[in-house]
């Protein structure tokens, strides 16, 4: 794992990122879990939004939101990576984040927001996932994959179809320094999983589905 270059070395913040359509391959496969199970719970973890919900409960599941992002902003202020070096910050965090009980869901769509995190609260984060899913269960995860990236922008992710994902960018926060995940990377992350499958994409976003 790398880290972008130190803050106010590229895009400002207040720059606004666009808004985008994404093709996933990840989430197409997502679905099929969707499409094959019934009365499943599911995370969403980009915050409530109709489109989400509506998608999800049409497949006969619940839906429960958690706007990690958002938590992120409340804790560590406009610069995640700095702030999270502080250990009663990371603590709230902590604290605020995930709090449901153990083997609560069957899938989770985490997007993006781990990759805003870092060592040792990345790790910390990541068991607390896989402490509220089901054995068996996936989650979706992206993770930017850009090693020249210094800066990346801060999405929501709303679902339009099976296979497509409208990126929409968060309100309050534009920007974040980057971090690189390699695959190696993220297997250690996620070593007390079952399984972890990796999708090719044409952008700067590694997908991967990790099954508890």
Known sequence: MKFGAQKGSSASAK????????????????????????????????????ANISFITGFGHRISSDDIVGTMLDCFGEDFLDSQQAAS????????????PDQFFDGALVWDALQFLTPPLLEQTAAQ?????????????????????TRIP????????????????????????????N????????????????????DHLREVIVRR
Do not use: W
């Open 154 to 181: 801060v999405y929501n992710y709303r679902v339009q179809d099976n296979k497509t994902l409208l990126q929409v960018p968060r309100a309050g926060v534009s920007y974040q320094r980057a971090q690189y995940f």
């Open 183 to 202: 695959n190696r990377s993220l297997e250690k992350l996620f070593q007390n999983a079952a399984s972890m499958k990796f999708f090719l994409t044409r």
């Open 15 to 50: 720059e606004a990122p666009p808004v985008l359509t994404r093709h996933s391959s990840g989430f197409d496969q997502f679905c099929s879990l969707l499409q094959s199970s019934e009365n499943l719970s599911i995370l969403d973890m980009a915050g409530a939004s109709q």
């Open 129 to 149: 996932l896989l402490r509220v899913m089901r054995p068996g269960g996936s989650l979706l995860a992206f993770f930017n994959s850009d090693e020249k990236a």
């Open 89 to 100: 910050k990371a603590q709230r965090f902590l604290d605020q984040s995930l709090t449901f």
